[in-house]
C-alpha cells in the first residue's frame, strides 16, 4: 500500500498526475482506465470507468425512486434516527470494527490537494501572503505606535509638575506599558499541531480507512499535520488504537459537526484541507448548510474543501425497498444508519452559499457488474473541490501574525 502511494506522490511531484479542476467538465485525466467500447465485452471486467447512461435507464432509475419513496417512515421514527443518529454509528462500529470499509488508496489520485505543495511554491505563497500581513500589521503598530507616543507626551507633561515621588511612581507605569508595547501580541495557546506548516482535517474518519493511507504518506512531511474527528466515539477509539497511529503527527477526537456550539480543539482559520467524504450524506438534509457553513469557517484563505458522496440514482438508492424512506432522496438502512442521494446542483448551491469558490464539480458514473450473476448495476458520486476564497480580512491578517 505504502509503494503505491509513494510512487502516486513522486509522479504527482514530476508533474505526470494532472490536477481535475475543470467544473462541470469531463477530467483532463479519466476517472479510470477502463472505458467500455465494446458492450459485449461488458462482462470482462468488474467495474468500468465514465459511463453515460441513455434515457431508457435513467427513466427505469427515476421510477424505482418513486416507487421506494411513495411510503415515508413515520415521523417519530425518524425523530428517533436522528436524536440517536450516533448510537447506530457506534453499534455499527461495534460490529464491524475496522473491517467493513476499504483502505481508501484512490484517494491521492482524486485529490492531490491533500499532498502539501511542493517548497518553491509553498515559498511563494507564503511571500504573497506575508506582504499582505505584514502590510496590515505595519499599518496597525503605526497607528498604535503613534496613538502611544502622543499618550506619553501627555503623560510627560502632566507628571512633570507633580512631586518627585509622584513622577517616580508614573514613570514606573510608563516603563510597564513600553514593556507591553514592546512584546507585541500576545500569541494564543499552544493547540495539538500549532507548529505544522499544512494542517488537514477530515470529517467522520470513520475507522481511519482514509487516515491511515495519509498518515503514511505525511511520513515524507513532518511539517504536516491530520486531524480526524467522528461523532461515533467507538470509531474514534478504533483510530487512536491503530498500530500506524502517531499523536505526533494526528489527532483524532469525538466531534458533532452538526453541533455548532461545540469547539475544536483548534482555532478558525488555519486548515489547508478538509476531507469530506461519503459523511454529508448521512446528515439530515435540514443541517447539511450549516454544518457546510461551519466547515467553512475553519479554512484559511486559499484552503480547499475537497467532497465525494453518493449521486442521485446510484445503485445503493434504488436497492431501498419502500417504507425507508425519510424524506425525498434522503433514506435510512436497516441498522439506523441514513444516506441521501445528492446532484450536482444540490452540491454546488451548498458549498458556494458558505462562500467558496467552486473548482471542481462532476458526476463520476460507473458500471459495476457480477460477472458470475451477469448483473450490471450502475455506480453514481458526486465529486467537488471548493476553494476558500484568497482576499484577507484584518481579522484573518491579526490572526496569521499571532500565529508566527
Known sequence: MSGIWRNSIFCLRRGKVPQRCQSGN???????????????????????????????????????????????????????????????????????????????????????????????????AKEFLWDHVKTNAANSFSRMHCATMLEEKNHYKKSSVLSDGQSKAGSNFSNLDSEEHRKGPLKPEPFPGSNATFRILEVGCGAGNSVFPILDTLQNAPESFLYCCDFSSGAVELVKSHSAYRAAQCCAFVHDVCDDGLPYPFPDGILDVILLVFVLSSIHPDRMQGVVNRLSKLLKPGGMLLFRDYGRYDKTQLRFKMGHCLSENFYVRGDGTRAYFFTKGEVHNMFCKAGLDEKQNLVDRRLQVNRKKQVKMHRVWVQGKFQKPLHLTQKNSNLIFSLS
Not at 460490529?95 to 518553491?120: A, G, M, S, T, Y
Open 26 to 124: 469531463p477530467p483532463v485525466a479519466p476517472l479510470g482506465s477502463r472505458i467500455l467500447t465494446d458492450p459485449a465485452k461488458v462482462f470482462e471486467h468488474n467495474m468500468w470507468d465514465y459511463m453515460q447512461w441513455s434515457k431508457e435507464e435513467e427513466a427505469a432509475a427515476r421510477k424505482k425512486v418513486e416507487e421506494n419513496s411513495a411510503v415515508r417512515v413515520l415521523l417519530e421514527e425518524q425523530v428517533k434516527y436522528e436524536s440517536e443518529a450516533s448510537k447506530y454509528w457506534d453499534t455499527f462500529y461495534k460490529i464491524h470494527k475496522n473491517k467493513f470499509f476499504k483502505d481508501r488508496n484512490w484517494l491521492l489520485r482524486e485529490f492531490p490537494e491533500i499532498l502539501p505543495v511542493d517548497q518553491n511554491t509553498e515559498e511563494k
